[in-house]
């Protein structure tokens, strides 16, 4: 008999439970009216919203006219165009600062606590957290 391992572990039950609830909330679920109704195809909306939402005509036709008047969908590149670049690339750089640490740091923080005689698991994690909470509340101080 071969040598056979399987480095899969079995799902915990909150992974079973998550994927359940996914499974059975999307039974049924309709799609949305806002996205025929972007592609021009204003009655299969008309038909979502009465059938799935229970609305009446007037209400449809009303939800229609206001999805009309709307501007057309954005593209990406839009992001980049001149005078919105500089607002783009200050959303890239601020997100990557703030959650890159977190890649660098979470690895690393048992041994860092412990090296600060910070050595049990609930200690560590409320450090962290309170460090987490301090930094918070300095950055939204500093406006």
């Known amino acids: 008999m071969p040598n056979v391992s399987c480095s899969a572990k079995p799902l ?9 609830g996914q499974v059975v909330g999307a039974e049924g679920a309709g799609e949305s009216p806002s996205r025929p109704a972007a592609r021009g195809r204003a009655a299969e909306a008309a038909k979502i919203r009465r059938t799935c939402l229970g609305q009446s005509e007037a209400t449809a036709a ?14 990406h590149r839009e992001l980049f165009a001149p005078g919105q670049a500089t607002k783009t690339w200050f959303g890239v750089i601020f997100s990557s600062a ?10 690393f923080m048992p041994q860092v606590l412990a090296t600060l ?11 962290l957290n309170l460090a987490l909470l301090l930094g918070g509340v300095i950055g939204l101080s500093c406006r």
Not at 62 to 75: C, F, I, T, V
Not at 117 to 127: E, G, K, W
């Open 117 to 127: 005689q910070i050595s049990a698991a609930d200690t560590q994690n409320l450090v």
């Open 98 to 107: 703030q959650v890159l640490p977190y890649f660098a740091i979470y690895p």
């Open 12 to 20: 915990d039950s909150w992974h079973t439970f998550a994927a359940v």
């Open 62 to 75: 009303g939800a229609e006219a206001a999805a009309a008047k709307q501007p057309p969908a954005a593209r």
